[in-house]
T-cell receptor, first 108, second 112 residues
Framework: NAGVTQTPKFRVLKTGQSMTLLCAQD?????MYWYRQDPGMGLRLIHY???????AKGEVPDGYNVSRLKKQNFLLGLESAAPSQTSVYFC???????FGPGTRLTVT | EDQVTQSPEALRLQEGESSSLNCSYT??????LFWYRQDPGKGPEFLFT???AGEEKEKERLKATLTKKESFLHITAPKPEDSATYLC?????????????FGKGTSLLVTP
């Protein structure tokens, strides 16, 4: 039972490049979330999903897209990365929101 | 608008010196108040959920309490391994997505 896993752990992008972050959970949870954490700002919700095939916007959705094609996976996409998207990204799963280990993304 | 304010921002304790962390909140109907622990470079680790005023929960040296306006995380006789950032978050009853609104955290350092 791995809980919540995130891939990759670290990534450096150049401005304008695209990438996808993968979150996987093995707890059969319906709810999944993507947050970003920045110094002095705390954790802020980007997008979330209440079940397979559903997605919804959170507090800071601009510049990101998400997909939930399978119940166990929640993907976060950056179509054209910007330096303002440099952050640590966390995925969470379940009503009580069990968090993954995070992805540290730097956009230069 | 829902708001969560944690104080102090940072706290330094000596081993064995008990103290409390505060989480003040305003929310249009509280479904739950959550406490997490976060170690450097790691994801938040779930500690407690409190649902109604007067409720208390304990785990080892930690005890969380809830009133209608705030929650306290009491740390009794802390050890250096309790050093971490403690995050508080609220879940609004009207939010069908069960999203959490987080405070900025209290950074706790316990010295030997």
């Amino acid at each position: 039972n791995a809980g919540v896993t995130q891939t990759p752990k670290f990534r450096v992008l150049k401005t304008g490049q695209s990438m996808t972050l993968l979150c996987a959970q093995d707890m059969n949870h319906e709810y999944m979330y993507w947050y970003r954490q920045d110094p002095g700002m705390g954790l802020r919700l980007i997008h979330y999903s209440v079940g397979e095939g559903t997605t919804a916007k959170g507090e800071v959705p601009d510049g990101y897209n998400v997909s939930r094609l399978k119940k166990q996976n929640f993907l976060l996409g950056l179509e054209s990365a910007a330096p303002s998207q440099t952050s640590v990204y966390f995925c969470a799963s379940g009503y009580e929101q069990y968090f993954g280990p995070g992805t540290r993304l730097t956009v230069t | 608008e829902d708001q969560v304010t944690q104080s102090p921002e940072a706290l330094r304790l000596q081993e064995g010196e008990s103290s409390s962390l505060n989480c003040s909140y305003t929310v249009s109907g509280l479904r739950g108040l959550f406490w997490y622990r976060q170690d450097p470079g790691k994801g938040p680790e779930f500690l407690f959920t409190l649902y109604s005023a007067g409720e208390e929960k304990e785990k080892e040296r930690l005890k969380a309490t809830l009133t209608k306006k705030e929650s306290f995380l009491h740390i009794t006789a802390p050890k250096p391994e309790d050093s971490a950032t403690y995050l508080c978050a609220v879940q609004a009853a009207m939010d069908s997505g069960y999203a959490l609104n987080f405070g900025k955290g209290t950074s706790l350092l316990v010295t030997p």
